[in-house]
């Protein structure tokens, strides 16, 4: 599959170029970039192996079956840390953003579950490398409007380019990998 392979490279590239960008941060505070990139790593292979699965159990379940059972097991798992107490010191404001964020994270996981329902793996794949442009974008965004409310990223104009770079790679590989795969039917 050349087209894959092409997507790749591009990928490998482009977190290189990233990776290159974010060097300079990981000089002044090493152990909590190696901590930090270390769990970035890991959820990415916790995401890989979340979508492979709950692919496998679409054959049998409902996307809506699915949620359900992983929504009450993390609550199960995660009672023993909550802290339910503190939702009492809440404000108005921060009332509505734990709303918003709950509504969000119901409406994203259900989108996930039912794109990967009716697509490729491969193809929700590709949406969801967009994801970490439109964090960086949407932090730029809020920093801007409300310095105080978020910390600004430390990505320079090569980072954003290293990012773009892992966006394209994945489309490309998605899809010219998909195309090629349909030519030797």
């Not at 379940?61 to 929504?71: D, E, R, V």
């Not at 259900?110 to 967009?130: C, D, M, N, P, Y």
Request: proline share 3%.
């Amino acid at each position: 599959m050349p087209g894959a392979r092409l997507g790749l490279a591009i990928i490998v590239s482009g977190l290189l170029v990233f990776f290159r960008d974010q060097s300079s941060h990981a000089l002044t505070s090493a152990r909590e970039y190696a901590l930090g990139s270390s769990l970035v790593v890991l959820a990415a292979i916790v995401w890989a192996a979340y979508a492979l699965i709950q692919k496998q159990l679409l054959m049998r379940l409902t996307s809506p079956a699915i949620m359900l059972f992983i929504y009450l097991l993390a609550s199960v798992l995660l009672l023993p840390l909550a802290n339910p107490a503190a939702l009492l010191k809440l404000d108005a404001k921060a009332w509505w953003l734990l709303a918003y964020c709950a509504l969000n994270t119901l409406v994203a996981y259900g989108a996930f579950a039912e794109a990967l329902a009716h697509w490729q793996a491969s193809r929700v794949s590709t949406i969801l490398a967009t994801t970490p442009l439109l964090s960086l974008g949407v932090i730029a965004i809020v920093h801007g409007l409300w310095p105080s409310a978020v910390a600004a990223e430390h990505v320079g104009a090569l980072g954003y380019v290293g990012a773009a770079l892992v966006v394209l790679g994945s489309a490309l590989s998605s899809l010219l990998g998909n195309r090629e795969e349909r030519k030797s039917d």
